[in-house]
């Protein structure tokens, strides 16, 4: 459908005033102010908060690279890494139901239920995040060493494996307040809570692991210890804005705190097909890391890690910008404008397919020169300059993707993406990079090469549903 033009008084204030408006996070009504805007207006926070998430494990790796035996270190990180990535999928699978549920009654011009509905959340998310806490500190030794790591990476990273899983409970309270401040149009807020915890990190990783006059040099273990505080700091931030009422969403100290299991229960009804869509994800690029693990030894293991978070450094951002999606689809549906929310997630794919075909063409040409920054090991920048150039050749199809699969999750239809990951990952995607890696004998190459392809037919899958219009339907 045609998209609307932008009225004459939104022109007169140019793209400058509408930037600064995001980065202050000025309240709209997403509803009814310019698409076009109401894109930009999201999508700017959403990019910074996303890419300020993927800075930490480009911050360790950094760090991490410029220690001793850095192919084990960089392992380490990797491959922990890539188990988290389970918790990262939790995360952002309940967050993605908080923001669809508080975007609705946001939407329906209804606050005090949107309010419920997002300390509702925060108690669902304390439960989960101590259970994995305590389950990720018991079995960090285990885990690295079914993943493939080589005996003296599991003797080297056994501690940092152990810090890194068991803040488990930091990682899903970070993702899920952030997705209540998104369902409410308030991104400038999740923006802020990640670029605080950021500017700690930073501050803190070169200190802990190489030590300062009393602080002692921790190694390797102060680069998750680092990432640790800074990411708890951004919590304490985030709670702060809740409880004094700074946010749109409101936690009044006066508030009713006791669980709603009705409200609870709609919350995991939603979030666990979203969840899936991200462990079904997650658990195929932990298969993946495997085979690069056996068919390449240590050295293509560490350049495809060091690749896969410069890869991860920029599809953030890009989620990020899908992430307005979800918000416009959930607030427009939830003010009757179907059409308007169509055409929201249209303006969306076009800007994130600009964005990251910019990225694919810096990569394609300068994929050694950016791998550089992040390992001195030769043979590991080969791997990892190979593994960039290959897997960066779907990014257009990457950047379409992510935002209709946010379209559908932001309308509360969360099974569709969820089965269009299931049969992408698993029944084309994993199959696909073994018989390349293993029986055709192509090793590493073979799991690169698997990544684009299958991110692509599944990008094309997700349109052509998303054109049928079905999820316009979704009540919530």
């Known amino acids: 459908m045609p998209l609307p033009e932008l009225p004459a008084p939104i022109k007169e204030k140019g793209f400058i005033h509408t930037i600064l408006a995001a980065l202050r996070g ?33 911050v360790d790796l950094y760090f991490v690279g410029q220690l001793p035996d850095s192919e084990h270190n960089i392992q380490t990180v990797g491959l922990t890494e890539s188990v988290l990535s389970l918790v990262y999928s939790l995360g952002f699978g309940f967050s993605m139901a908080a923001t669809a549920l508080i ?29 994995l806490s305590i389950i990720g500190y018991i079995t960090a030794p285990v885990v690295l060493q079914w993943m493939g790591a080589e005996p003296a990476t599991v003797r080297h990273g056994a501690v940092f494996a152990r810090l ?7 990682i899903m309270l970070l993702f899920m307040i952030n997705g209540i401040f998104r369902g409410a149009g308030d991104a400038s807020m999740a923006m802020r809570s990640l670029m605080l915890a950021n500017i700690c990190n930073i501050i803190l990783c070169p200190l802990l692991i190489n030590g300062l006059g009393p602080i002692p040099a921790f190694g390797l273990n102060g680069a998750a210890l680092a990432t640790i505080i800074g990411r708890s700091i951004g919590v304490c931030y985030q709670l702060y804005q809740l409880l004094a009422g700074r946010s749109q969403v409101k936690l009044p100290w006066r508030t009713d705190w006791k669980p709603d299991f009705p409200v609870i229960g709609n919350l995991v009804k939603l979030a666990l097909p979203v969840t899936g869509q991200f462990i079904i994800g997650s658990c195929s690029w ?7 693990a056996e068919t390449g030894q240590a050295t293509a293991s560490a350049g495809y890690q060091t690749a896969i978070r410069i ?11 899908s992430n307005a999606a979800a918000t416009l689809v959930g607030q427009n549906l939830g003010a009757k404008q179907p059409d308007r929310a169509e055409a929201s997630v249209w303006v969306t794919a076009r800007y994130n397919a600009i964005f990251m075909g910019s990225v694919m063409f810096i ?45 559908f999750n932001g309308a509360g239809d969360t099974k569709t993406p969820t089965w269009i990951n299931l049969v992408g990952f698993w029944l084309f995607q994993v199959p696909f990079a073994y018989l390349l890696a293993k029986v055709l004998k192509m090793g590493p190459l073979g799991v690169f090469i698997a990544i684009p392809v299958a991110e692509t037919a599944m990008a094309i899958a997700a349109w052509v549903i998303f054109k049928r219009g079905r999820w316009k339907e979704i009540k919530i």
């Open 286 to 292: 932990i298969f993946l890391a495997r085979l690069v």
């Open 103 to 131: 975007a609705r009654r946001v939407g329906e011009k209804d606050p005090k239920a949107a309010s419920h509905a997002a300390l509702q959340s925060i108690w669902l998310t304390a439960l989960m995040g101590i259970v």
């Open 311 to 321: 890869l991860v450094f920029f599809i953030l951002p890009a989620w990020g910008m």
């Open 164 to 170: 890194e899983l068991a803040s488990s409970l930091v």
């Open 363 to 407: 990569f394609l040409l300068g994929a050694p020169w950016v791998v550089g920054w992040f390992t001195p090991v030769a043979e590991v920048r080969e791997t990892a300059s190979l593994a960039l150039r290959v897997m960066c050749s779907g990014y257009i199809f990457y950047g379409i993707g992510m935002v209709l699969a946010n379209a």
């Open 26 to 58: 000025e309240e709209q009504d997403y509803t009814k102010v310019n698409i076009k805007r109401a894109v930009v207006l999201l999508a700017i926070p959403m990019i910074i908060e996303m890419g300020m998430e993927s800075v930490f494990a480009l």
